[in-house]
């Protein structure tokens, strides 16, 4: 059974950091590209950053280069995201993916709140 299981978010204060961990099972997770997304209130789903293997280099999203980081550890099966200088802007449900080539699976999304 594949799952994808992120954890980390919470409330912070605008400029702190989380980070965001998600733990994959049920796949081959060395073989899929990584990626987080994000959806705001009212917005639509949008790409933050790509991390297609643990050799390649990560792809981010321009309101976010400088300030997150993708990474990943197929010894482990997880990916993360570090983010750092939390805006307000910032805020939404944060989701994992996996994705090999038509084949996508999803996490359940964890929420991240940036608000003074």
């Known amino acids: 059974q594949v799952q994808l299981v992120e954890s980390g978010g919470g409330l912070v204060q605008p400029g702190e950091s989380l980070r965001l961990s998600c733990a994959a099972s049920?796949?081959?997770?060395?073989?899929?590209?990584m990626s987080w997304y994000r959806q705001a209130p009212g917005k639509e789903r949008e790409l933050v950053a790509t991390k297609s293997s643990a050799y390649s280099s990560p792809n981010y999203a321009d309101t976010v280069k400088g300030r997150f980081t993708i990474s990943r550890d197929n010894a482990k099966n997880t990916v993360y995201l570090q983010m750092n200088s939390l805006k307000p802007e910032d805020t939404a449900v944060y989701y994992c993916?996996?994705?090999?080539?038509?084949?996508?699976?999803w996490g359940q999304g964890t929420q991240v709140t940036v608000s003074s």
């Open positions: 049920g796949f081959t997770f060395s073989l899929y590209a």
């Open positions: 993916k996996g994705q090999r080539g038509i084949i996508n699976y």
